[in-house]
């Protein structure tokens, strides 16, 4: 829909002016960011009054990893996804997601919408045969939204924020326009400063050839009445900010305080000990004239602090550590290696249900999510349909159109819980065959990880060798065979019992011998 004037005219004096309104929350996502990716180049910690340069900063990826964790279940694998009676439009968008490699960028968009609150696909046609529809993904520091004035949940109006030759391009997406902003180019002045590349100006503005917003947006929580949804981003910087400055505490700590200090006793005032103190340097203590007649002779000893401050230092860490993950709800055991002993399969599942819960979770808001972009990129496939080269994946415009406007998309995702092998696992396998809840085709598939056709062509090797093997030894009967030698087991065993010890003769006195 156009939008409306004055929308248009206060977004265009937003960017003029630098989007004062939407500096906090880019400045927000930018810190998330950093921290979850480890870099902390701009977020040093320092120690309240003592210099940064005396102390040698320790950072933690305490962020990066409660993410990944939180995240690891629900794109492990990636749903297998279906257009309900329209098997055309179906092989169609599965080829376009595999060239895209969705599932990894699935991943990627719940990493982070975890982060950054939330993020956004966008769909573009390219001339490419072998693949017509490009997805990019872009993150919260990247985009700026603006809503529908009588809905907050809708988006009229999306910023993309990308650089280009060394300048902040701005590019404001409509329905019916394509707005550029850009900086200007930075000029390097003889010191190295730079100047310019800070405000935005206006370049150009064109139509929009999709028609429609490009964009499709996931959230780490669903927006219902607002666009704008809150997830752990923030919290967990700032829990890796304080993690970095405890880290770096105790760090200069014991730099400080392990150092034992030298204190002399009863010496001349100014008197100093040789500088740097070596092992088996010998000093000559000097009595101070002015202590003659009192106690004690010249001495010299260490002075060192209690050690003691380092593990409370650590406990302290350690609590911070387990709250954020209690917090976050994720189990210390899943991001902790620690093992006392070897465990049963059910125990290690149960360790994991709290992730798995929590993945299943979001299963329903990111089968919304993935209707939307579905939706979105059999429309924009259908618009713009160009040459088709994959004969495998021909398809119609009016099919993909058709499925666009009625995406009945059925997802099926994955079970979560994890394969532990050993013999629970062993005895559920056989349980399976036993009431033809699976085949063998399907467990195998199951258990090594095999496509259909993998698990095929590894059945067919295994009937030939059995084949081959029947060939080779077919008049043997193998059941009798494995009697036959228990039996001759068993005798010999007999035989060996019977035998006697040492050099004794072994066959029985002769009773006829004569006994004269």
Not at 56 to 85: D, H, V
Request: proline share 6%.
């Amino acid at each position: 829909m156009p939008l409306d004037a004055a929308l248009e005219r206060k977004i265009h004096d937003s960017v003029i002016g630098g989007l004062p309104e939407e500096r906090e929350r880019r400045d927000d996502a930018v810190r998330n960011l950093r921290f979850f990716t480890g870099n902390f180049k701009e977020y040093k910690p320092k120690r309240a009054n003592i210099a940064y340069d005396e102390i040698r900063p320790r950072y933690s990826l305490l962020m990066q990893r409660i993410i990944k964790t939180l995240c690891a279940n629900l794109y492990k694998a990636g749903p297998k996804r279906s257009i309900a009676e329209n098997e055309e439009a179906s092989a169609w968008l599965e080829w376009i997601y595999r060239s895209n490699a969705m599932n990894a960028m699935w991943q990627r968009a719940d990493l982070s919408a975890t982060w950054g609150d939330w993020c956004a696909f966008q769909v573009r046609p390219i001339s490419n045969p072998l693949k017509p529809i490009d997805i990019l993904l872009w993150d919260a520091s990247q985009l700026y939204v603006w809503t529908d004035p009588e809905d907050q949940r809708i988006p009229v109006a999306v910023a993309t924020r990308d650089a280009y030759n060394e300048q902040t391009r701005l590019r404001i997406w409509t329905d019916e326009t394509i707005t550029t902003y850009m900086t200007r180019e930075l000029q390097k002045g003889r010191a190295g400063q730079t100047s310019g590349g800070a405000a935005f100006e206006f370049r150009n503005k064109t139509g929009n050839p999709l028609g429609i917003l490009p964009f499709s947006f996931v959230h780490f929580d669903m927006p219902l009445q607002d666009f704008d949804t809150s997830g752990p981003g923030d919290f967990l910087a700032c829990a890796n900010d304080n993690a970095n400055h405890l880290l770096t505490n105790i760090g200069g700590a014991i730099t400080y305080n392990l150092w034992p200090v030298v204190v002399t006793k009863n010496t001349p005032i100014g008197w100093r000990p040789p500088a740097p103190i070596k092992p088996g340097d010998v000093w000559n203590l000097q009595a101070n004239p002015d202590s003659e007649g009192q106690d004690g002779d010249p001495s010299a000893e260490y002075l060192q602090a209690d050690s003691s401050f380092v593990a409370s230092g650590w406990d302290d860490l350690e609590a911070y550590f387990n709250h954020t993950l209690e917090m976050t709800g994720v189990p210390k055991s899943a991001v902790r290696m620690e093992q006392e002993s070897a465990r049963s399969g059910v125990a290690i599942i149960a360790e994991q249900i709290p992730l798995i819960l929590w993945a299943q979770s979001r299963q329903e808001p990111f089968g919304h999510y993935e209707r939307s972009l579905a939706q979105l990129v059999l429309k924009i496939g259908g618009d713009h349909l160009g040459t088709q080269e994959v004969d495998e994946y021909r398809v119609k415009s009016s099919q993909l159109i058709d499925a666009a406007y009625d995406t009945q998309l059925t997802l099926r995702w994955p079970k979560m819980y994890p394969r532990i092998p050993g013999q629970e696992q062993d005895v559920a396998d056989q349980w399976e065959l036993d009431t033809r809840q699976t085949s063998p085709t399907l467990l195998m598939m199951d258990r090594n990880g095999y496509t259909r056709e993998e698990a095929e062509a590894r059945e067919q090797e295994i009937a030939a060798d059995w084949k081959r093997w029947h060939t080779l030894f077919g008049e043997v009967d193998l059941e009798e065979a494995k009697v036959d030698a228990e039996k001759l087991k068993m005798m010999g065993a007999a035989q060996a019992e019977n035998e006697p010890d040492g050099d004794e003769p072994k066959g029985k006195p002769d009773d006829d011998s004569d006994g004269d």
